[in-house]
């Protein structure tokens, strides 16, 4: 879910319960779910991936004739050597571009 629609959705609630309009409330709500990795699929710009910490990675590039490819794969970021699992990789021609925080693992059965 995007920031967008997870506000949308809180603003919905809001209303439906009686508070009135939120005044950015819902926005600034979706964001903290956002930054704290709860909102699935939200992938974030590279720029703002945590420094040594596994994240879910990708990037997406260009095959020609029309066609594109996109490869996810788990990283950790140091900051003065960059990603490191990207490093020397033939596979991945570019550096990745977008983030989001890993999966939570499945409960136990």
């Given at each position: 879910?995007?920031?967008?629609?997870?506000?949308?959705?809180?603003?919905?609630?809001?209303?439906?319960?009686?508070?009135?309009?939120?005044?950015?409330?819902?926005?600034?709500?979706?964001?903290a779910l956002s930054d704290a990795g709860l909102?699935?699929?939200?992938?974030?710009?590279?720029?703002?991936?945590?420094?040594?910490?596994?994240?879910?990675?990708?990037?997406?590039?260009?095959?020609?004739?029309?066609?594109?490819?996109?490869?996810?794969?788990?990283?950790?970021?140091?900051?003065?050597?960059?990603?490191?699992?990207?490093?020397?990789?033939?596979?991945?021609?570019?550096?990745?571009?977008?983030?989001?925080?890993?999966?939570?693992?499945?409960?136990?059965?």
């Amino acid at each position: 879910m995007s920031i967008e629609r997870a506000a949308e959705v809180i603003e919905s609630l809001m209303l439906e319960y009686g508070f009135g309009p939120d005044g950015g409330a819902a926005a600034k709500i979706a964001n903290a779910l956002s930054d704290a990795g709860l909102l699935a699929g939200g992938w974030k710009d590279i720029k703002d991936a945590p420094e040594r910490q596994d994240v879910l990675v990708l990037m997406t590039h260009s095959l020609g004739d029309g066609e594109w490819e996109t490869i996810q794969w788990v990283d950790f970021l140091l900051p003065d050597v960059g990603w490191v699992h990207y490093r020397g990789r033939v596979d991945i021609p570019f550096p990745p571009t977008a983030w989001q925080p890993l999966p939570l693992p499945p409960a136990e059965g």
